[in-house]
């Protein structure tokens, strides 16, 4: 498509469209346009200015840094120069050859600012960006805040400058966008806009984290790998060494591409932001033999990818329940395409992080891919439409209509039926199968592993595959694993966990508006599952306190958990009540117990009564035996009290349910 040629006045616009995104974008980090828009609207410039060379493109296509105020009150030495951009494989090919046959270098060109580090026997004495390449600003004391890899004091006592590029990994963006967020402004946009926002704010109030790598030193060397390997000697992180450990060394154009190739197809996994391949001479003869121009080099020059951030227009939030019971939100977008990929759904931080920014449906957001496969909306961008209405969570889970557990940012709903982790969790609960040793960790790493998606894969499980599981991490960072001595443990207890009453295996299913008495009433009523199966909503209804509605969650409980419950019995786990002998000699009495009873808990007390014919109830009424309880002031005791329902001691209520 070709795009119509612009009149003078569509020129100007133009260009000062262009300065104000470049000048917000440097002064103050606020992203008018994503860098792929803003790229198109220089090739528009560029265009109308050859073909009307006479018009005032006011510096944007010819400075360092278009529209920027330099701020500098740092002259630079030696300019802080840009790189030519080497678009296809044929302007590879003609700078490769522009070298002569002299290795050319080949290493990520990082997503962030260009920064120039002086120190002084050891102590890190000047800081200052590019700015307009000949003077830029003194950023020293928001430096020394603390920037990983540019320490305020080295370990040897050097005098000289180091340049390189600040930048944030995806973790430091992350930490910075959230407090920032926290602090009451909007989010950034992607990482370099973030580095851009918050390098220059010296009296900022929350942490933005962030890295540097140098690509450059001071001092004598014959080529730019004896120049960076100084540069690590002395401690500084280099650029080259990031993603593929040691610079890629291309001796030929194929060679230059294939690196430029590697470099991209490992993009996508990198926890710090490229935007490019940076090609360069090694020697320092071949530099001397090419020289500069006024603003780049000639040995060097930079290969771009296609840029990792689209903006387009936010049609919906979808608010969801993951495999880990966590709440997920998925921004529905206008299809956008980003780095090689039509985008149509991203993911949002979690619903305060939303709220915060004031995100709204219809407004044009930022997606940006960076570090990963799923592209996230990162904040709103440039000129919103009036009128609309910020996007708020709903206050419960949209499965089963529960409220979020909001106790953290991601906030969690706990249903069995709602999520697998869940599921595993409540099964393995001390009220339902009791299984030892898998609580939320272990059951999280389960679902994460794919080892187990619904609880019969429980009793599939091996002692090694549980060993070898990752249930954590150290505080350096390291893989904790389950180990054997647990794994064993665990396998026992799932072991265990066959042999549990038939009641806490219906519980444990976890089915919507059931919990333990509805498992023991159940187990009471129809003693074997294939009983409960063959159940009507009818019958079931009938049981004391259950009613229709119950009654239908648990038909379509059972219904929907019917390949898992014959998967279960396969298994081994029990799935009727045994048949008991002797009498029953709490037959027609109903106990209320609050509180401890020595010996049981409370599942294992219901259960106790159950099986000697009587009733276990929650609360006190005219038909209630007795209350097992030792407190005497309690609402339930002055009930019961009032009634005339004798109060029994727990140490002697337990001696009766032993006898
Ligand atoms: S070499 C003469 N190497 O890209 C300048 N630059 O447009 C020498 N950059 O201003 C630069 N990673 O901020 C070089 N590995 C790398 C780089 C890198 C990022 C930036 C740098 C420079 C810009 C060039």
């Known amino acids: 498509m070709t795009e119509a040629a612009l009149t003078e006045a569509d ?6 469209q262009a300065q104000s995104a470049a000048k917000s974008y440097y002064d103050t980090g606020d992203v008018l346009m994503t860098d792929a828009d803003y790229d198109a609207l220089l090739d528009r410039i560029t265009a109308a200015k050859k073909a009307h060379p006479d018009w005032d493109d006011r510096g944007v296509l010819t400075r360092v840094a278009a529209g920027v105020s330099s701020g500098g009150d740092v002259r ?68 020394l805040r603390g920037i990983a890899g540019l320490p305020a004091r080295l370990g040897t006592a050097w005098t000289g400058e180091v340049r390189g590029e600040v930048y944030m990994t995806v973790g430091d963006f992350e930490a910075a966008s959230a407090n920032r967020v926290a602090a009451g402004s909007k989010a950034f946009i992607n990482s370099r806009g973030a580095v851009a926002g918050s390098i220059r704010s010296i009296d900022r109030t929350y942490e933005t984290p962030m890295t540097f790598a140098a690509y450059d030193i001071s001092g004598d060397f014959p080529a730019h790998r004896e120049r960076m390997a100084h540069a690590v000697e002395l401690g500084f992180p ?16 194929e060679a230059a591409l294939a690196a430029i190739a590697r470099i991209g197809e490992l993009r996508r996994d990198l926890e710090f932001p490229i935007d490019g391949a940076v090609l360069t001479a090694d020697l320092e003869s071949t530099r001397r033999r090419l020289g500069s121009a006024s603003r780049t080099p000639y040995w060097a020059a930079a290969f771009k990818y296609p840029a ?75 000129e919103q439409p009036h009128g609309l209405t910020p996007w708020t969570p709903p206050e419960a889970c949209p499965q089963c209509g529960e409220p979020w557990d909001k106790s953290s940012l991601l906030w969690r709903c706990h249903t069995a039926s709602c999520s697998a982790t869940n599921a595993l969790e409540y099964w393995c609960s001390r009220d339902a199968l009791d299984v030892e040793g898998a609580g939320e960790a272990l059951c999280v790493a389960l679902v994460n592993a794919g080892l187990a998606n619904d609880v019969a894969d429980l009793y599939v499980l091996t002692e090694e595959q549980l060993a070898e599981l990752p249930v954590g991490n150290t505080k350096a960072g390291g893989v904790v694993l389950l180990g054997k001595l647990n794994a064993a443990k665990v396998i026992a207890s799932l072991e265990h966990s066959k042999t549990q009453p038939f009641n806490r295996v219906i519980t444990g299913l976890g089915i919507r508006m059931t919990g333990r008495s509805v498992g023991r009433w159940l187990a009471a009523r129809f003693k074997t599952m294939d009983a409960l199966r063959a159940a009507t909503v009818e019958e079931i209804a009938e049981i004391d306190k259950m009613g229709l509605i119950k009654a239908q969650h648990v038909i379509d409980g059972l219904a929907s958990m019917s390949g898992v419950i014959d998967r279960l019995a396969a298994a081994g786990v029990t799935m009727s009540v045994p048949e008991t002998e002797g009498d029953k000699p709490l037959e027609g009495k109903t106990y209320v117990v609050s509180g401890s009873v020595p010996g049981y808990t409370r599942t294992t007390v219901s259960e106790r009564i159950e099986q000697l014919g009587g009733r276990a109830s929650g609360s006190v009424s005219a038909t209630t035996t007795a209350l097992v309880t030792s407190e005497t002031t309690t609402a339930k005791a002055t009930k019961a009290a009032k009634l005339g329902i004798p109060i029994i001691d727990p140490a002697e209520f337990a001696n009766l349910l032993a006898d």
């Open 11 to 16: 020129f100007a616009a133009a260009v000062d």
């Open 308 to 382: 990792d951030t689209g903006s387009t227009v936010l049609r919906d939030i979808e608010v969801r329940v993951g495999r880990t019971g966590r709440i997920t939100l998925r921004a529905v977008l206008d299809p956008v395409f980003v780095d090689g990929t039509t985008i149509t759904y991203a993911t949002l931080h979690n619903p305060s992080f939303v709220e915060e920014q004031g995100l709204a449906i219809g407004q044009t957001v930022a997606v940006w891919r960076a570090g990963d496969v799923i592209p996230r909306v990162t904040a709103p961008i440039g």
């Open 76 to 143: 630079h030495p030696v300019p802080m120069m840009s790189l030519d951009k080497v678009t296809g494989e044929d302007d590879v090919r003609t700078f490769v050859a522009s070298l002569g046959g002299d290795p050319c270098l080949v290493e990520v060109k990082l997503d962030g600012l260009a920064i120039r580090v002086e120190y002084k026997s050891g102590r890190l004495a000047l800081a200052a960006l590019r700015g307009d390449g000949s003077t830029g600003e003194n950023v020293t004391a928001q430096v």
């Open 238 to 253: 280099v650029a080259g060494q990031l993603a593929t450990g040691e610079i890629q060394v291309a001796g030929d154009a």
